[in-house]
């Protein structure tokens, strides 16, 4: 699953870091092997090619402070991550060029730049990286091998010692492992990054979990000691009203009374669903059909904000077991959170995708105000919510359902710029119709 905020999360600065520093580590360990090198072979620490070699670390070693304070100013960790990846390629072809470059020893530097992008830019970023490192030795060995450039070592060009065939294939051999590399990595890197996001979501959902558990006696006790005086009470003031006289000021009392009753029958009943919900009524359905029903009736209420525009990216075949309602509710809250969270224009995607071991992702993204840090560990919890008008319990409601059907639910959210909800289901194979003849 992707994590379609994966360049604004902590992690993804994080591991920026740590290459950082992985980067720092290397050109020390460049300098001490020339200096090691340099006293075994009696060496100046100043001659060819350790001179050549000072600069380029100096090179990392300076742009490792930009990279820093780049990623402490500037709030896009996305186009650092693209910018540094790549310009440890010329670094890396830079070192092959003074080491020898059809012999030198450091050809593999190219597949360390591929691994470590792999984690940070996944397939996309370690394949684009692959084809940089590709071109950049390919045209080094062609120019040195069509003497357009003076071998920086020897004081023969590669014409002189080996014939065109040799390079081409040389060639050939760097693409190939290149892109295997980065294939293979690309690889590993999305499914590490699955489970971690598995991972978390467990971790997450178990303490929410263990948190509600402790509420559920209580409140469903609460819940069904208030419905019984509440019917008791609306009834009585619906008999009264008969005797009112329409318009009157009792009449518009009893309205109001009558009105505040039905508010509070509405939380008892969302009270009940939270503490105990039943799956009786479940059924095996196509969720891509119900998000895009549900997605349909939201689109037709009056109180929608007509500048937010909706987009779906969604797999038509996921089936899952879920009572259609419950499914309805749980979509529809996460939709109009969403929505309430954005003030004029904005956007919000719904994806819908398979994972590992027959589970299926489904993610609400919105373009909103997001969520403030002290409120990240309470919007699950009952009776808690930021707004004026609301009982706390949408997302309390939400957290149970998809509790009830053994999935799971995360969010991030980064201030100013949105929130993803991500809701993790067990999926079910789908039924293929057979037509009797």
């Keep these: 699953m992707k994590n379609y905020y994966f360049q604004d999360s902590p992690d993804f600065s994080i ?34 090619p350790f001179l050549p070699l000072y600069n380029i670390v100096a090179c990392i070693l300076i742009l490792s402070i930009v990279y820093l304070i780049w990623l402490n100013k500037f709030k896009n960790p996305l186009i650092l991550a693209y910018f540094q990846t790549i310009a440890d390629t010329f670094i890396v072809t830079a070192i092959v060029f003074v080491t020898g470059s059809y012999d030198s020893p450091f050809n593999f530097l190219y597949l360390v730049v591929i691994i470590y992008t792999s984690m940070l830019l996944l397939q996309k970023g370690s394949l684009i990286i692959a084809a940089i490192s590709c071109i950049q030795y390919g045209i080094l060995i062609e120019l040195e091998y069509y003497k357009v450039i003076t071998p920086f070592m020897g004081q023969f060009y590669l014409s002189s010692t080996i014939n065109e065939s040799h390079i081409i294939y040389r060639i050939i051999i760097v693409t190939i492992a290149c892109f295997a590399v980065a294939i293979l990595s690309g690889i590993l890197a999305l499914q590490l990054k699955g489970a971690k996001q598995d991972l978390k979501i467990t971790q997450e959902h178990l303490k ?36 009112a006289k329409p318009g009157s000021y009792e009449d518009k009392l009893m309205q109001i009374i009558l009105r505040e009753t039905n508010r509070l029958k509405n939380i008892v009943d969302d009270i009940r669903l939270f503490a105990k919900p039943r799956t009786d009524n479940a059924v095996e ?124 639910i995360d969010f991030e959210s980064t201030r100013g710029k949105g929130t993803i909800f991500t809701i993790l289901l067990n999926s079910t194979p789908v039924k293929r119709q057979v037509t009797k003849s």
């Design 208 to 243: 929410r979990v263990e948190k509600m558990a402790v509420m559920d006696e209580m409140i469903s006790g609460i819940a069904h000691e208030i419905k019984n005086p509440l019917a008791s009470l609306s009834g009585s003031i619906q008999l009264l009203r008969e005797d």
């Design 285 to 408: 359905m196509k969720i891509a059909d119900a998000i895009e029903e549900t997605v349909e009736l939201f689109l037709n209420d009056p109180e929608r904000n007509k500048q937010i525009n909706f987009t779906m990216n969604l797999d038509k075949e996921i089936c899952i077991f879920i009572d259609p309602a419950h499914f309805t509710q749980i979509l529809w809250n996460l939709l109009k959170n969403a929505t309430q969270s954005i003030k004029n224009r904005g956007e919000i995607k719904i994806y819908l995708k398979p994972s590992r071991n027959n589970r299926v992702y489904l993610t609400v993204k919105d373009t909103g105000i997001g969520i403030t840090q002290k409120d990240f560990t309470h919007i699950f919890d009952p009776f808690y919510t930021t707004k004026p008008d609301g009982t706390g319990l949408g997302l309390s409601i939400i957290h149970r359902l998809i509790d009830t059907y053994n999935g799971m």
């Design 15 to 48: 591991q920026i870091k740590w290459i950082v520093l992985s980067r720092v580590v290397f050109a020390i360990i460049l300098i001490v092997s020339c200096l090691i090198f340099s006293l075994r072979e009696n060496l100046s620490f100043f001659s060819q």
